[in-house]
T-cell receptor, first 109, second 116 residues
């Protein structure tokens, strides 16, 4: 079975501080992992995917198969990063995206 | 392109009433999904469809039915609403699964449903 765990419901940091949103997954095969973001009054949208190995809006995430983690990181938080962040996984059949419970990121000035 | 459009945006039902939520996409996507979003539980997949005329159960299908008669539309039905179905419902769509990776999901704006 596929499972995604985001242990923090709320993460509050000051502007300019580093950010790490944790995501752990449970899956026996080779997963594909994503981070989705929902800004206030906006649609849920893709932030980044592990297969692309890219940095979006200063965020990066590395898939660590040994620790089964896909933590989202940003070295210097900005107020506009405040949003709900969801980690998600596609597993064996490639047609069901399973989400974690989400983490609210609040960046304080 | 409107993307993914959900109707209605808000609805209040009484226990036992029925309703249908409509999702329409204009991107010619093969896959469509219905999720519910609840505090502390994230997004949970209710049902999904990999193509016109086909549907499948997700994590929390009980109490819901779906239909995909046309490729662009995915309907979610509640036959007899219960307070436990109070939630925000999101529809999403994506391109067909590829050889090595999937296209990202495109989401609608959500439908806020309250069952009293």
């Amino acid at each position: 079975a596929q499972r995604v765990t985001q242990p923090e419901k709320l993460l509050s940091v000051f502007k300019g501080a580093p950010v790490e949103l944790k995501c752990n997954y449970s899956y026996s095969g080779s997963p594909e992992l994503f981070w989705y973001v929902q800004y206030s009054r906006q649609r849920l949208q893709l932030l980044l995917r592990h297969i692309s190995r890219e940095s979006i809006k200063g965020f990066t995430a590395d898939l660590n198969k040994g620790e089964t983690s896909f933590h989202l990181k940003k070295p210097f938080a900005q107020e506009e990063d405040s949003a709900m962040y969801y980690c998600a996984l596609i597993g064996e059949y490639g047609n069901k995206l399973v989400f974690g419970a989400g983490t609210i990121l609040r960046v304080k000035s | 392109n409107a993307g993914v459009t959900q109707t209605p945006k808000f609805r209040v039902l009484k226990t036992g009433q029925s309703m249908t939520l409509l999702c329409a996409q204009d991107m010619n996507h093969e896959y469509m999904y219905w999720y519910r979003q609840d505090p502390g539980m994230g997004l949970r997949l209710i049902h999904y469809s990999v193509g016109e005329g086909t549907t499948a159960k997700g994590e929390v299908p009980d109490g819901y039915n779906v239909s995909r008669l046309k490729k662009q539309n995915f309907l979610l039905g509640l036959e007899s609403a219960a307070p436990s179905q109070t939630s925000v419902y999101f529809c999403a769509s994506s391109y067909r699964y590829g050889n090595s990776y999937n296209s990202p999901l495109h989401f609608g704006n959500g439908t806020r449903l309250t069952v009293t």
